[in-house]
């Protein structure tokens, strides 16, 4: 499956903790992409590592990649009731395959 | 980025009919992609729209049933033909410039079918 798989499937947290959301994938990737959906709205992308990067921040995200293990994760320090989304990881592996395929993704709730 | 505009934003239909969405882009892109998701669930691929040609179909996916036009480069439709209530989703339109930077969507297109 070209899929990234989300854990968990969902996460509730209080307003200022942080979410932790991880992603794991098959086979080796160009690069891999987070996105986050608020309820029935459009995907909107947060950050994207790419297969020679293990770390990126923009500003409260942070995302780590570990190709050993074809695993990353995603922490969102110091939420807020606004991160309340869903999160989707996206591998892309390039080549002749140049679509994006989402998993089922983390439903986030943050509570106020 | 760029602005992603989809028309009509939700729609309620009778079964047995077509809805053509729309979908247009602020700019020139490279590469158009149709999502489904429907409710609960998260976003399956339908096709990739190509310029000037037909579209390529996921698995799972027919022209007959999901024609898509591309005519240029800023601008693409997705009809859901001969509508039943399984079809009922958002269909969402994304953007990509190059081959591996991220996609970015339209508001989505919510269909009902009745």
């Known amino acids: 499956s070209q899929q990234g798989e989300e854990d968990p499937q969902a996460l509730s947290i209080q307003e200022g903790e942080n979410a932790t959301m991880n992603c794991s994938y098959k086979t080796s990737i160009n690069n891999l992409q987070w996105y986050r959906q608020n309820s029935g709205r459009g995907l909107v992308h947060l950050i994207l590592?790419?297969?020679?990067?293990r770390e990126k921040h923009s500003g409260r995200l942070r995302v780590t990649l570990d190709t050993s293990k074809k695993s990353s994760s995603l922490l969102i320090t110091a939420s807020r009731a606004a991160d309340t989304a869903s999160y989707f990881c996206?591998?892309?592996?390039?080549?002749?395959?140049?679509?994006?395929?989402f998993g089922t993704g983390t439903l986030l709730a943050v509570q106020p | 980025s760029a602005v992603i505009s989809q028309k009509p934003s939700r729609d309620i239909c009778q079964r047995g009919t077509s809805l053509t969405i729309q979908c247009q882009v602020d700019s020139q892109v490279t590469m158009m992609f149709w999502y489904r998701q429907q409710p609960g669930q998260s976003l399956t691929l339908i096709a990739t729209a190509n310029q000037g040609s037909e579209a390529t179909y996921e698995s799972g996916f027919v022209i007959d049933k999901f024609p898509i036009s591309r005519p240029n480069l800023t601008f693409s439709t997705l009809t859901v033909s001969n509508m039943s209530p399984e079809d009922s989703s958002i269909y969402l339109c994304?953007?990509?410039?190059?081959?591996?930077?991220?996609?970015?969507f339209g508001e989505g297109s919510r269909l009902t079918v009745l």
């Open positions: 590592i790419r297969s020679n990067e």
């Open positions: 994304s953007v990509r410039w190059d081959f591996s930077g991220e996609l970015f």
């Open positions: 996206a591998p892309y592996y390039g080549g002749a395959t140049n679509k994006l395929i």
